[in-house]
């Protein structure tokens, strides 16, 4: 139904920048909300941050990544963006996007929510 597709891991000193895409692609009729959680060996995971749609883009961070990170999204491409910075050691996880909304279907719509394959992010000196 909804297909997506992460990119921009990888490798960054502590201190560094990267940037997270999202791509969704489908029947796509609307999306509600849009984020990334991650998850770290051994512990659970946890919200980085998401943004809602329909009501103007309000946003909603993890406390860890507060004023380093910032969420934004481009509903006309159906891609969100993770930038992160300021990065730290224990940023090093799987972040995973994910998106939920409304897909049409033969039968007219239905509520999906989908999850990317996870990207890695290491940050290392």
């Known amino acids: 139904q909804v297909q997506v597709l992460e990119s921009g891991g990888g490798l960054v000193q502590p201190g560094g920048s990267l940037r997270l895409s999202c791509a969704f692609s489908?029947?796509?009729?609307?999306?509600?909300?849009m984020g990334w959680y991650r998850q770290a060996p051994g512990k659970e995971r946890e919200l980085v941050a998401a943004?809602?749609?329909?009501?103007?883009?309000?946003?909603n961070y993890g406390n860890s990544v507060k004023g380093r990170f910032t969420i934004a999204e481009d509903s006309a491409k159906n891609t969100a963006y993770l930038n992160m910075n300021s990065l730290k050691p224990e940023d090093t996880a799987v972040y995973y996007c994910y998106a939920s909304g409304t897909v049409v279907v033969d039968s007219g719509q239905q509520y999906f929510n989908s999850w990317g394959q996870g990207t890695q992010v290491t940050v290392s000196s």
């Open positions: 489908g029947s796509i009729l609307r999306f509600t909300v």
């Open positions: 943004i809602t749609i329909p009501t103007g883009g309000i946003t």
